[in-house]
Every structure is written in structure tokens, then in C-alpha cells.
């Protein structure tokens, strides 16, 4: 079965969204269709009891045809699915869950990898590092935090999604020292999707709703704690594989990403203070402010209705009937 937009989803799975998840899906995992968009979930009917008997079959979750009339960017999207549709009734996806191997191992020379860590603290909970062998076999290592030992030799290319918060740990789990200035050391999924798609959501889990090979995981933080962390470094690895190829393909994108978006990462990490007029700041927040309420006057009167121009949704919409009217 096939769920066909929110409701079409709600009524075969049950699933509905979770309440504040729209302002962080990555990390509370998004249980609506923003969610599960691309993903197989459980065929568990809301008119029948939530039984292990009544949760026979599989519904593939996308988004409803209509939707792309308002939201004309995610097309593609819409094509990727339909695409790993065909995929899943081939039974060509997804694969099946790998084993998760608890403790360090020799690093082959290109891995990705991932922490878990107290947002607070900044203390480390556990790592996990993945790859695919000469065989296309999945590996995946998760090493606790107290287990960390370094074996070498340290792999020469890392793969991460959103480097900035995991780069501090590379040295406890591979040892060595680890330079953003080496450029061919290590690569970025959410760098490389921001380059090829800047308007969509950049997230791991999002982008594992389009490449990953497994089925969804970011579901399991709280109850399999162990699969979450193996799959978020293995779902990395699967993402930089498909991003890799477009980036080829692509020689303006592939230019921004090795040229600019990769050299900033430096200059992140370093966190050097700025000093700050702070009296021009509180001037040129003035000014801004009375543009965007010109802004919203001059876009309201121009479409008859109280349009928000920060909106892309409403803009679109708005474009769309006049283009349709004249």
C-alpha cells in the first residue's frame, strides 16, 4: 500500500505527527508525513486495535500529487519516491538491518562516522563508525564512550554529517590529529546537499528518506539506542555515495562545495571573538525592520490580501493565480 499525503498515512499507520517535532525533526524524529515521506511503515489501520495481529503488511508514505502544485521545489522529491517505490515492489530496498558491532576495530581508509554526546556538556555517550567492504557488506562499529580505544591505523577520509559537531571527538575514537584544512580528509553530507539542493531540509534524516538503503531509524533513539547510533553513520556513508556521484556530475556545485562551503569549516571550529559595534548593530536592526514592514505593505497591497512575503508557500501561490489570470 501506498499513503498518499497526512491523512491517507494517518488512517493505515496510525501515524500523525508528534507535537513540536515541525521545529526539529532530526531530533524528535517527525512521526507525520513530513517524517515518514519516503520511508515503509508498519499497515496498522486506526479503525482496528494496534496488535501485533492487525500489523501484517507495509504502507510506503509520500506525499499526496496535489501538494506539489503548492510546493513546486520538492517535485524531484516527489520522483525520488516514486522511484524507490519501484525499488521496494522489486524488493530491491530496503536492506535488511546489518549488525552492530559493539567495540573499536582497524579502520579501513575511508569511513563515516558519528557521535552521540549531552548537548549540555558537550560529554561524550557513544560513537559509531560504518562502511561497506570490497563485497558491498555493511560494517558498522558503535563503541560506548567508556570502551573508546584508539587502534590504528587512523583512516585517512571521514564522512560526517554536520562536521562542526562532531569534529572535536575524531581524535578519541581514530587518534591522531585532524586538521579541517586538509580538505581531502573528510567530507560533509549536509554540506554537499546544501550545495545541490538549497531549498530543501538538510538533515540526516531527511536526506536518508531519499538515499539510504535501510529503512528509517532516527525513530529509535529512545528504544534502540545501539541500531539508532550504527544506522546514523551508516545511513551517512549511503548518503555521501549518491551526494558524491551528483557532485560529480555537477561541476559549478562541486566547485562551491570543495571551495567554499568545506574551507569554512576552519573557521568555524576556530570560534575567534569578533569585536562588535553595538550601537551600528542596533541602527542597521532599525533599518531592516522598517524595510520588512515596507515590505509587507507594498506585498499585501500588490496582491489585494494580507500575503507574507517571507512565506514561499504564499508567494508561490500568489505568482501562480496571477500568472494563471493575465
Known amino acids: 500500500m501506498i499513503a498518499l499525503g497526512a491523512y491517507s498515512l494517518w488512517a493505515l499507520t496510525g501515524e500523525f505527527g508528534a507535537e513540536g517535532a515541525e521545529e526539529d525533526d532530526d531530533a524528535r524524529a517527525n512521526r507525520g508525513i513530513d517524517g515518514w515521506r519516503g520511508w515503509v511503515v508498519p499497515y496498522a489501520p486506526t479503525h482496528q486495535a494496534r496488535d501485533e495481529e492487525t500489523r501484517v503488511g507495509e ?11 503548492r510546493a513546486h521545489w520538492l517535485k524531484p522529491v516527489g520522483k525520488m519516491d516514486w522511484h524507490r517505490v519501484g525499488r521496494w515492489v522489486r524488493g530491491q530496498w530496503p536492506d535488511a538491518r546489518p549488525r552492530i558491532e559493539q567495540g573499536p576495530a582497524v579502520w579501513p581508509e575511508s569511513v563515516a562516522y558519528d557521535t552521540e554526546y549531552w548537548p549540555t556538556t558537550g560529554q561524550l555517550i557513544r560513537a559509531s563508525v560504518a562502511w561497506r567492504d570490497a563485497a558491498d557488506v555493511p560494517r558498522v562499529h558503535v563503541v560506548e564512550a567508556q570502551d573508546l580505544r584508539v587502534l590504528g591505523p587512523a583512516p585517512r577520509h571521514v564522512i560526517q554529517h554536520n562536521a562542526e559537531a562532531d569534529w572535536g571527538y575524531l581524535e578519541a575514537v581514530f587518534g591522531g590529529r585532524w586538521d579541517a584544512r586538509q580538505l581531502d580528509g573528510w567530507d560533509d553530507t549536509m554540506y554537499a546537499h546544501a550545495v545541490l539542493y538549497g531549498t530543501w531540509r538538510h538533515t540526516l534524516d531527511f536526506l536518508g528518506s531519499l538515499y539510504a538503503r535501510t529503512n528509517r531509524w532516527k525513530q529509535l533513539e529512545q528504544t534502540e539506542p545501539l541500531v539508532y547510533s550504527g544506522l546514523d553513520a551508516l545511513g551517512t556513508w549511503d548518503v555521501w555515495r549518491a551526494l558524491a556521484r551528483e557532485l560529480a556530475s555537477d561541476s559549478q556545485s562541486s566547485a562551491v562545495y570543495h571551495g567554499e562551503l568545506k574551507p569554512l569549516l576552519y573557521h568555524l571550529l576556530r570560534r575567534v571573538s569578533v569585536r562588535v559595534q553595538t550601537d551600528r548593530v542596533a541602527q542597521a536592526v532599525g533599518e531592516y525592520q522598517m524595510k520588512q514592514r515596507e515590505a509587507v ?8 490580501w494580507p500575503l507574507k512575503v517571507s512565506s514561499a508557500d504564499q508567494v508561490a501561490r500568489w505568482i501562480g493565480v496571477k500568472g494563471g489570470s493575465s
Open 59 to 69: 504502507v510506503f508514505a509520500t506525499y499526496h500529487p496535489a501538494f506539489f502544485y
Open 297 to 304: 505593505v507594498r506585498g499585501e497591497a500588490a496582491a489585494g
